[in-house]
């Protein structure tokens, strides 16, 4: 892939968490109550997405309770592709979206909201167990309040560019109004 269709297609997933920043609704005063209620008897928990499973139909295939709750951001994380010690995804053939520390910079995502009962099928899709992602617990920012998330973190990744297929999956002009709602 040229480094031209590398920042066109980069910048079409940047246009894409635009839209779901101006488009996807904060969480109204209701919602988050229900959420520290469902948070307090741990039925649910809060995943925070990007990538490709900003796209709702993907995520749902096998986490059938996933609801969108907030766009929110990361601080001091940067998005990055790459792949679990230079192994190409099969599924992906190309480089996956990832996140890594760098002091300044956000990263945009969704904030899911999820049942425990589909924890174990996430970290599957994730691949944890072979090691390829680590979730992780981290705060991320709305307008008007931090929230605990869980996300996931490549482990060994070595930077690779993105295929088309995978930024397709991501592009507002394929799939705008499936991740909206």
């Known amino acids: 892939m040229s480094l031209f269709h590398f920042l066109t297609l980069s910048l079409l997933l940047l246009f894409l968490i635009l839209i779901l920043?101006?488009?996807?609704?904060?969480?109204?005063e209701d919602s988050m109550m229900d959420n520290s209620t469902d948070h307090q008897?741990?039925?649910?928990f809060l995943y925070f997405a990007y990538g490709s499973n900003l796209l709702k139909e993907r995520l749902q295939l096998k986490n059938p309770s996933a609801t969108i709750y907030c766009v929110a951001k990361l601080k001091d994380y940067k998005l990055v592709f790459g792949n679990h010690k230079g192994l190409a995804s099969q599924r992906w053939h190309g480089g996956v979206a990832t996140i890594e520390h760098c002091p300044g910079d956000d990263v945009w995502g969704v904030v899911w909201r999820m049942n425990m009962s589909d924890l174990e099928s996430l970290d599957r899709q994730e691949n944890v167990k072979m090691g390829t992602y680590s979730p992780v617990e981290m705060n991320v920012s709305t307008s008007n309040q931090d929230l605990s998330?869980?996300?996931?973190?490549?482990?060994s990744c070595i930077y690779a560019p993105?295929?088309?297929?995978?930024?397709?999956?991501?592009s507002p002009q394929q799939q705008q109004k499936h991740v909206l709602l």
């Open 162 to 170: 993105p295929s088309l297929q995978y930024l397709q999956v991501q």
């Open 41 to 44: 008897n741990r039925s649910t």
């Open 21 to 28: 920043v101006l488009l996807v609704p904060l969480p109204s």
């Open 149 to 155: 998330c869980r996300m996931y973190i490549m482990n």
